[in-house]
């Protein structure tokens, strides 16, 4: 039912961002123009360059209609993940806007999906991860197809020290919709998990799936670089690296820059995190 919920979601917005897309969107109200973000946001995920173009409907939602909840929870997906995705030029900065936005969608709607799931990223990126994993569960009591959520129980069991409930809930994402375009997503939640149980040619291997369904995304290939040198592929990793830097959206260069993004204090993670920078010292990543 879950499948079939979210190949329904994807293909009915898609529908609705065509139609939206044929009719001149400027001529559409708030709600057509965040339905039409929403489309993208779900077709693409947060990080690919065709997401920009669903986050700019939304800001043009919202200059309508400021209480737009649909908008304000995807604007609030944007902030986040420059965070939790290793790319945050201003931290703080973008904690407090998407902390800002995801209150305006609970104000607006205390029973919105998109709200509580913006609320449960945002708890993430605070290091607040017991109080995430609630806000993630209410939003999936409240659309159970809504695969973005199940990203947050995977984060907030890495921050909790539990690789293996990770791997649980990225797999039955795999299982749930297996043509998604969001994978990467998963494939990267899972290698983190591997990394944490030293299972590192595993972790290898979900990151190339990662890398290949959105090579886009900068933290899968930074996490790549990682995984390739502690897997002892010295030079795989320095090839990787190259990549990597070569990114239009990898803004964090240096192992300083990946050290700041943390988002938990628990022992086990944090010796995840050390591992990945000696993963990345080791590739050749200069450290200031």
């Given at each position: 039912m879950t499948r079939l919920a979210r190949t329904l979601q994807i293909e009915l917005t898609a529908l609705e961002s065509s139609r939206i897309s044929r009719a001149a969107a400027e001529n559409h109200g708030a709600e057509d123009l965040a339905l039409a973000g929403e489309a993208i946001y779900l077709r693409y995920g947060p990080s690919r360059g065709e997401s920009e173009i669903g986050f700019g409907l939304c800001e043009r939602a919202l200059a309508i209609d400021p209480n737009n909840v649909r908008a304000l929870g995807i604007l609030a997906e944007r902030t986040t993940t420059r965070v939790t995705g290793m790319q945050s030029i201003d931290r703080d900065a973008d904690i407090r806007c998407s902390?800002?936005?995801?209150?305006?969608?609970?104000?607006?709607?205390?029973?919105?999906?998109?709200?509580?799931?913006a609320k449960a990223r945002?708890?993430?990126a605070q290091k607040r991860a017991d109080e995430a994993l609630i806000e993630a569960e209410r939003s999936l009591r409240l659309n159970p197809g809504f695969i973005p959520?199940?990203?947050?129980?995977?984060?907030a069991n890495l921050m909790?020290?539990?690789?293996?409930?990770?791997?649980?809930?990225?797999?039955k994402v795999k299982r749930l919709s297996p043509p998604d375009p969001y994978l990467y997503v998963f494939h990267t939640q899972e290698a983190l998990a591997h990394i944490m149980l030293h299972e590192d040619d595993l972790a290898v291997a979900c990151l190339q799936q990662a890398v290949a369904n959105n090579p886009e995304f900068p933290a899968a290939s930074g996490y790549l670089v990682a995984a390739l040198a502690l897997s002892e592929k010295a030079t795989e990793a320095q090839k990787q690296l190259d990549r990597y830097l070569s990114l239009r959206d990898a803004h964090v260069r240096t192992i300083a820059g990946w050290r700041r993004m943390a988002y938990s204090e628990d022992p086990?993670?944090?010796?995840l995190r050390e591992r990945i920078y000696e993963g990345l010292r080791k590739a050749g990543m200069a450290e200031q």
């Amino acid at each position: 039912m879950t499948r079939l919920a979210r190949t329904l979601q994807i293909e009915l917005t898609a529908l609705e961002s065509s139609r939206i897309s044929r009719a001149a969107a400027e001529n559409h109200g708030a709600e057509d123009l965040a339905l039409a973000g929403e489309a993208i946001y779900l077709r693409y995920g947060p990080s690919r360059g065709e997401s920009e173009i669903g986050f700019g409907l939304c800001e043009r939602a919202l200059a309508i209609d400021p209480n737009n909840v649909r908008a304000l929870g995807i604007l609030a997906e944007r902030t986040t993940t420059r965070v939790t995705g290793m790319q945050s030029i201003d931290r703080d900065a973008d904690i407090r806007c998407s902390d800002e936005l995801a209150a305006r969608a609970l104000a607006a709607d205390p029973n919105s999906y998109h709200a509580h799931h913006a609320k449960a990223r945002v708890l993430v990126a605070q290091k607040r991860a017991d109080e995430a994993l609630i806000e993630a569960e209410r939003s999936l009591r409240l659309n159970p197809g809504f695969i973005p959520s199940y990203l947050v129980l995977c984060q907030a069991n890495l921050m909790l020290g539990l690789p293996k409930k990770a791997i649980e809930h990225a797999r039955k994402v795999k299982r749930l919709s297996p043509p998604d375009p969001y994978l990467y997503v998963f494939h990267t939640q899972e290698a983190l998990a591997h990394i944490m149980l030293h299972e590192d040619d595993l972790a290898v291997a979900c990151l190339q799936q990662a890398v290949a369904n959105n090579p886009e995304f900068p933290a899968a290939s930074g996490y790549l670089v990682a995984a390739l040198a502690l897997s002892e592929k010295a030079t795989e990793a320095q090839k990787q690296l190259d990549r990597y830097l070569s990114l239009r959206d990898a803004h964090v260069r240096t192992i300083a820059g990946w050290r700041r993004m943390a988002y938990s204090e628990d022992p086990a993670y944090l010796a995840l995190r050390e591992r990945i920078y000696e993963g990345l010292r080791k590739a050749g990543m200069a450290e200031q």
